[in-house]
């Protein structure tokens, strides 16, 4: 293997990650794969003219330009960049350990994907919308990498650099790092049928957190609440007929704060009201409690499908 690769486990696999100097490379992979799955949505998402001549339909200038009320249901794929950040394990009288500039990585294009779903609702005028927007990311930490570290581990003095694997079997959040949004939009002037927008807002994070200290008895394997994030938004509109194409940019940032409950899962729904019944019985987690921090750029591509009441006979459409 070569020097500049670090083979690091996935599911009972591995595979080949970049070493740091080679971040760049891996990033420009990362995009052109990107630009390869925009370019399949465009093409799924143009409208087909069925008539016998074989035309291409052309959407009517007053609803490709000319947005009003309507509801919008999407769907993307993309590619997230996560910063560098400080991973803390604490459990009193055992553990007080951060792991310092944890290089989380993503492999938005393998199972399972980087993929988000939104329905947003624009307002008369079509100036001004909401929108819920549901992404599931992923972050891994690699584990087969030299990480400093300070503090305690297991009662004893942690050693100043480690690989990670020698004292967690898991690290990651890989189904996923899911961020739930309520957020406000804005779109600007357009330019025939395409419209730049842009939006912010916040919501909450409800991972599926795979965690294991290898001393623990058990992982922790199952959906959490784990704390607030809050997302800023950039893209850009291709309006069709009956739907929109866009891509867009993406700042989100998430504070975790995570149980160790040494527990498998199940369904969300379920997970949520064991975290829940465990909060309000004021039990604490056997394993302790992991917080970092994901902070991310991201760039998705997606569509929309468009429902906008028809005008009344006589009226114009907004």
């Known amino acids: 293997m070569s020097d500049s690769l670090v083979s690091t486990a996935y599911a009972g696999g591995t595979w080949d990650m970049p070493r740091q100097p080679d971040?760049?490379?891996?990033?420009?992979?990362?995009?052109?794969?990107?630009?390869?799955?925009?370019?399949?949505?465009t093409m799924a998402a143009l409208p087909r003219d069925s008539s016998a001549t074989g035309g291409a339909s052309v959407a009517p200038a007053d609803v490709a330009s000319r947005p009003g009320r309507e509801t919008a249901i999407g769907a993307y794929l993309g590619a997230p960049y996560h910063y560098p950040s400080d991973f803390k394990l604490t459990k009193e009288g055992r553990h007080d350990l951060t792991i310092k500039d944890v290089n989380w990585f993503t492999l938005p294009f393998d199972n399972p994907l980087y993929y988000g779903w939104r329905i947003q609702r624009w307002m008369a005028g079509g100036t001004f919308g909401t929108m819920i927007d549901f992404t599931?990311?992923?972050?891994?930490?690699?584990?087969?990498?030299?990480t400093k570290l300070?503090?305690?581990?297991?009662?004893?003095?942690?050693?100043?650099?480690?690989?990670?694997?020698d004292y967690f079997s898991k690290l990651e959040f890989t189904h996923g790092h899911?961020?739930?949004?309520l957020n406000g939009l804005m779109r600007f002037a357009s330019f025939g049928p395409i419209i730049p927008y842009a939006g912010a807002g916040g919501g909450i994070s409800l991972p599926h957190s795979e965690l294991h200290v290898r001393t623990d008895p058990s992982r922790t394997y199952e959906y959490q609440y784990t704390g607030p994030n809050a997302q800023a938004l950039f893209g850009i509109e291709y309006r069709l007929k009956t739907g929109s194409v866009?891509?867009?940019?993406?700042?989100?940032?998430?504070?975790?704060?995570?149980?160790?409950?040494?527990?498998?899962?199940?369904?969300?729904?379920?997970?949520m009201w064991r975290q829940f019944s465990r909060w309000w019985s004021g039990e604490e987690p056997p394993g302790g409690w992991a917080a970092t921090t994901l902070t991310s750029h991201q760039v998705v591509s997606g569509?929309?499908?468009r429902f906008a009441a028809k005008p009344t006979a006589g009226i114009a459409a907004p």
Not at 136 to 146: E, G, I, Q, R, V
Not at 178 to 181: E, I, V
């Open 150 to 165: 300070e503090g305690t581990l297991n009662g004893a003095p942690a050693p100043e650099t480690a690989q990670l694997k």
């Open 303 to 305: 569509f929309t499908v």
């Open 246 to 271: 866009f891509i867009e940019y993406k700042f989100t940032t998430a504070d975790y704060l995570a149980p160790l409950t040494g527990r498998d899962g199940s369904w969300l729904p379920i997970d």
């Open 178 to 181: 899911n961020m739930l949004t």
């Open 136 to 146: 599931h990311s992923k972050a891994f930490a690699p584990l087969k990498t030299d």
């Open 23 to 41: 971040r760049w490379r891996h990033a420009a992979h990362a995009t052109a794969a990107a630009i390869a799955a925009i370019g399949l949505v």
